[in-house]
C-alpha cells in the first residue's frame, strides 16, 4: 500500500468520529408521498373521523448536523428551538392527544417525538402559560427511518385556543402559526403577511441562545400540501372568508450555527488535526523503518 493511500486511511480515522451529513437528497428531505407516507398526521377521534393537520415545515438536512439532533447540548435542535422563544412542555408533562405522522421513512405511522410550545418570554415556566391560555406551539417527527434516512425535522404547526375551549385551533390557525413560527426563527420586525405568500417567497435572519447563534433562511415551496379543507382538523372553523384550512405552502429551513461558546468552538479541529498529524507521523515512521 502507498504512503498516500496509509495517509488517506489515518486521515479518514482521525475524523472518524464526525458524523457524516446525510444529504443524499434533492432537497434535504424525502417526500413522504413518494413512499406511501403523508403531508398530513393522524388526529385520534376526529368527526368525521380520519382528519389530520399538515406538516407545513421542515428543517432541511442541509442544515448544520448538531441542528438535527434531538439535544439541547451542543446547539441542537431544542437549543434552536429556544432560541426564538419556543420552548419543551410545562415541567415536562405532556398535554394533549398524540398526533402521528408517516413520513414515508419505513417507521410507519409514528407519534410525534414532543410538542414544543410557545414559551412567552420564559424559557423554564412559560410554556405552562401557553397550555392554559393557547398560543403558538408544534410537534414534530425526524425522518430517519430505513427507507428514507435524511435526517429532516418536520413540523406540525398551528395556533391554538385557551385549554378552556379545548386547543381548538384559531381562525386560519395552521398558515399563521407557520408563518409566526418563520416570523420568529428569522427575526422579523414585522408580521409576515400570510396571505400574500408564494412559492417564491424567502426570509433570513438570525436568533441566539446559550452561546449559539443560529443563521436561518427559510424558502416557501408548494406541491408538498394542497390548497384545500379536505381533510384538515378543525376545517370548519379554520377556514374563513372564502380561504381554505391551509393554503398548500411549506416552509423550508435551513439553519446553520454561525457561532458557539468559545469553550465549544475550536476544540473540536484541533483535536482532529493533532490526531491526524500523529497518525501520519506514525504511518511515516513504520513505513521508513520497513525500508531501512
Not at 424525502?30 to 377521534?45: C, E, F, H, K, R
Not at 417527527?141 to 386547543?167: D, K, M, R
Not at 403577511?193 to 441566539?208: D, E, Q, R, V
Request: glycine share 10%.
Amino acid at each position: 500500500m502507498s504512503l498516500f493511500s496509509l495517509s488517506l486511511l489515518a486521515l479518514a480515522a482521525a475524523s472518524h468520529h464526525s458524523p457524516t451529513h446525510r444529504r443524499n437528497t434533492n432537497y434535504g428531505y424525502y417526500i413522504p408521498a413518494n413512499n406511501g407516507g403523508s403531508m398530513l398526521t393522524q388526529v385520534p377521534d376526529t368527526y368525521p373521523a380520519g382528519l389530520g393537520e399538515p406538516l407545513n415545515i421542515i428543517i432541511s438536512a442541509y442544515s448544520d448536523w448538531d441542528i438535527l439532533q434531538n439535544t439541547v447540548n451542543n446547539g441542537g435542535l431544542i437549543n434552536y428551538f429556544q432560541s426564538f422563544g419556543f420552548s419543551t412542555e410545562c415541567l415536562g408533562q405532556h398535554s394533549g392527544s398524540d398526533q402521528a405522522a408517516d413520513l414515508g421513512d419505513g417507521h410507519g405511522w409514528l407519534n410525534e417525538t414532543a410538542v414544543i410550545r410557545w414559551a412567552y418570554g420564559n424559557i423554564t415556566f412559560g410554556t405552562c402559560e401557553e397550555t392554559i391560555n393557547g398560543g403558538n406551539h408544534f410537534r414534530y417527527w425526524i425522518q430517519n427511518g430505513p427507507e428514507a434516512n435524511s435526517g429532516a425535522i418536520f413540523l406540525g404547526v398551528s395556533y391554538e385556543l385557551p385549554i378552556a375551549q379545548q386547543h381548538d385551533i384559531i381562525v386560519n390557525g395552521y398558515n399563521l402559526g407557520r408563518d409566526w413560527l418563520v416570523g420568529n426563527a428569522t427575526a422579523q420586525s414585522s408580521v409576515i403577511p400570510t396571505n400574500n405568500l408564494t412559492n417564491t417567497s424567502t426570509y433570513a435572519g438570525m436568533t441566539s441562545y446559550n452561546g449559539y447563534t443560529y443563521s436561518t433562511t427559510v424558502n416557501y415551496i408548494s406541491g408538498l400540501l394542497q390548497n384545500s379543507s379536505n381533510g384538515i382538523n378543525h376545517y370548519q372553523s379554520v377556514a374563513s372568508g372564502g380561504l381554505n384550512a391551509i393554503d398548500g405552502l411549506v416552509a423550508i429551513m435551513t439553519v446553520k450555527i454561525d457561532s458557539k461558546p468559545e469553550a465549544t468552538s475550536g476544540a473540536t479541529p484541533l483535536k482532529r488535526s493533532i490526531t491526524a498529524t500523529w497518525l501520519l507521523i506514525a504511518i511515516f515512521g513504520i513505513l521508513m523503518h520497513a525500508s531501512i
